[in-house]
């Protein structure tokens, strides 16, 4: 298996809602990203879980919380989130982090905030 | 922190004509560097990667790239573009400092004509 799911592939929610994104990977990756990509833009980092230990961008706002249950899924959970929190949610995996190994990605979730 | 700069955010080109699509690294020491491309509403698929075993990188779909250590540049190249081309092109790092993770540039739009 060398693909990196996740789901849902799309979500629409309210600004009161509370709803969790869900990525996993099986090819014994020991690091795992979230980024965020607004239209037209990079995609730009979330959070990193390194052999489970987060590391976070310190710009991101709490209404994001990173869940990291074991070492193949990582969850991102959303609470009360703005309208300009809309966007293409990426998550990715690779061998270690910081490494020369690249990262495989997953096809992503579009969420719409409304 | 490390990062690239992606020269020109579209380019357009002829069926069967060179595609060039230029980025640039700033770094003291040589760095990991990825070329990515994006379909629209898709995730990010790794299309190279120089890890400093060879200047000269072959990646998938018959795209390859050089790394200049003189140039700092590490340009995207494929002989002969197909419409099947057509999509976003990030050029990335990989920051050993830090969140060690990968900072990408802000990407070009390849725009192939018939």
């Known amino acids: 298996d060398t693909e990196v799911t996740q789901t849902p592939k799309h979500l629409v929610m309210g600004m009161t809602n509370k709803k969790s994104l869900k990525c996993e990977q099986h090819m014994g990756h020991r690091a795992m990203y979230w980024y965020k990509q607004k239209a037209k833009k990079p995609p730009e980092l979330m959070f990193v879980y390194s052999y489970e230990k987060l590391s976070i961008n310190e710009s991101v706002p709490s209404r994001f919380s990173p869940e990291c249950p074991n070492s193949s899924l990582l969850n991102l959970h959303l609470h009360a989130l703005q309208p300009e929190d809309s966007a293409l949610y990426l998550c990715a995996s690779s061998p270690g982090q910081g490494d020369k190994y690249g990262y495989t990605f997953g096809s992503g979730t579009r969420l719409t905030v409304v | 922190a490390q990062s690239v700069t992606q020269l020109g955010s579209h380019v357009s080109v002829s069926e069967g004509a060179l595609v060039l699509l230029r980025c640039n690294y700033s770094s003291s020491v040589p760095p990991y560097l990825f070329w990515y491309v994006q379909y629209p509403n898709q995730g990010l698929q790794l299309l190279l990667k120089?890890?400093?075993?060879?200047?000269l990188v072959k990646g998938i779909n018959g795209f390859e790239a050089e790394f200049k250590k003189s140039e700092t540049s590490f340009h995207l190249t494929k002989p002969s573009a197909h419409m099947s081309d057509a999509a976003e092109y990030f050029c990335a790092v990989s920051d050993n400092t830090g969140r060690r993770a990968l900072t990408f540039g802000s990407g070009t739009r390849l725009q192939v004509q018939p």
């Open positions: 120089y890890t400093s075993a060879a200047t």
